[in-house]
């Protein structure tokens, strides 16, 4: 028996108008790969950053073949040290080509350059800066600080994830094509589980329907699940008990999420990790200090303190385990992000009540919120009746009203203070 072909390869997009989703970074890249070698104060190299499966390299490949470019593509199976990298692409970067047919270098997957190239990363900012034809590079993590040199040379150009909406249309007509009676709820529920990830999805879809005609809602709950949450279990557990300092940041280019919300990850959990004091004083500091730079670098635009950020908060954090136990330690999902969301949220409702009685009394909000909210709030605790029929005259909806008495139980919140007695 032949062996069965995968989804993900006989469905592999070969031109750039069958590549789902990510229409805008499509566009930009076609507009920069047009536009270069015209406009002096351009990039000269492209980077493509985004998650996994959404299509980074095959649209580089496609966009080669509309645009009629040949393609000189070195991807991370390929032996990468510099030597070889000279080899490959060195001779294509300078060969006259104003007559021929244009090309492309293309070096996927540049973040999986192994540390033991630094060589390799020279190479190719250089490569970036005087080749004559278009480097374009593709990442995960763009901000991965063993490629910075590379980085300052390209225009970023981000990959997203893929929406519900876009993939769903798409995995149904692989469906019909392979004669497979597909539940639009399954299908759903497929692209939720991978996340935007259109490799996994096809996969899945080959695994799990493969055994009849049909894809159904069990089928699609049954699905092994990639599971975040475990991986990023995985990484913290690397990050934590690593030996040295260049182990604990390799173990961070495992994590699918980004630096931010990694942060947020360690911070939350280091204080399980460091049983000792000492150790837990050390490891905040590092991620304070890393946080005052994550800061900074946004603040200024300086992009280049992100990487010692992630040094800090990384290795920082892993080098202070002196004294802590070791063993197994249950990890916990960071509660800053459930508590941020949870106060945007009350900010946004806030906002709307304000809206209404500003609009309501011809005031600005500011002034709503000092001069009527309070007396508004101590109607409400006082005479229900009577705020029932104020609510009705400013327009409030039960959501708001709702949130109105959630004020007066708070004590201490914004106007839920009772004037004093004289
Ligand atoms: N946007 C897309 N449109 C159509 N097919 C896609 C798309 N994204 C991914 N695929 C499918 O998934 C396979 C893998 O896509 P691709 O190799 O381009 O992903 P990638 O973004 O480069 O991922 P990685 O970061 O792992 O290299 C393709 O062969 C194709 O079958
Ligand atoms: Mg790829």
């Known amino acids: ?14 031109r750039l108008s069958e590549i789902v989703g990510n229409k805008e970074a ?3 890249l076609v507009e920069w790969v047009k536009r270069w070698g015209s406009d002096p104060k351009a ?8 998650p996994p499966g959404v299509g980074k390299t095959v649209a580089v490949e496609a966009l080669a073949r509309d645009m009629g470019l040949d393609l000189i593509e070195v991807n991370a199976s390929d032996d990468r040290s510099r030597g070889r990298l000279e080899r490959i692409v060195g001779e294509a970067a300078s060969g006259a080509s104003i007559f021929g047919k244009g090309r492309i270098i293309f070096l996927d997957e540049i973040d999986g350059l192994s540390p033991t190239d630094a060589g390799a990363v020279d190479y190719i900012a250089e490569l970036i800066s005087r080749a004559n034809c278009p480097v374009i590079l593709a990442a995960n993590d763009a901000w991965d600080p063993r490629i910075g040199k590379i980085r300052e040379k390209c225009e970023l150009i981000e990959f997203k994830r893929i929406g519900i909406r876009e993939a769903v249309p798409f995995l149904k007509r692989i469906a019909e094509r392979e004669g497979i009676r597909a539940d639009p709820e399954a299908l759903k529920i497929l692209a939720e589980r991978n996340k935007g990830d259109l490799r996994a999805m096809l996969k899945d879809l080959q695994v799990l329907s493969s055994r009849g005609k049909a894809f159904t809602k069990e089928d699609a709950l049954r699905a092994a699940r ?4 475990d991986t ?3 990484v913290l557990k690397n990050i934590f008990s690593a030996k040295s300092c260049h ?3 390799i173990a961070m280019s495992e994590a699918d999420v980004d630096h931010e919300m990694l942060f947020e990850w360690i911070y939350e959990n280091a204080p399980l990790w460091l049983s000792d004091a000492s150790d837990l004083a050390n490891g905040m500091e590092a991620l304070a200090k890393a ?3 994550f800061n900074i670098a946004k603040r200024e635009q300086n992009w280049g303190l992100i990487s010692y950020a992630i040094d800090l908060m990384t290795a920082g954090v892993a080098m202070s385990r002196e004294r802590s136990r070791a063993g197994w330690v249950p990890m916990k999902f960071p509660e800053r992000i459930a508590l941020m969301a949870k106060m945007r949220a009350e900010r946004a409702m806030r906002q709307r009540v304000l809206g209404k009685i500003a609009e309501r009394c011809h005031l600005s909000r500011a002034a709503a919120g000092t001069g009527v909210l309070p007396y508004l ?12 029929g104020l609510a009705g005259w400013f327009g409030f909806d039960a959501e708001e009203v709702e949130f109105l008495k959630s004020l007066i139980g708070a004590p201490g919140a914004p106007g839920a203070r009772r004037p004093k007695k004289g």
């Open 1 to 14: 028996m032949s062996p069965v072909e995968q989804w993900d390869e006989k469905y592999r997009p070969s």
């Open 26 to 28: 499509i566009g930009r």
């Open 43 to 50: 990039k000269r190299g492209a980077l493509i950053h985004g």
């Open 226 to 229: 990639r599971d975040r949450t």
């Open 232 to 234: 990023i279990f995985n």
């Open 247 to 249: 182990s604990a940041k």
């Open 291 to 293: 946080d005052l730079l």
């Open 377 to 388: 709030l101590e109607i409400a605790r006082n005479d229900p009746g009577a705020f029932k």
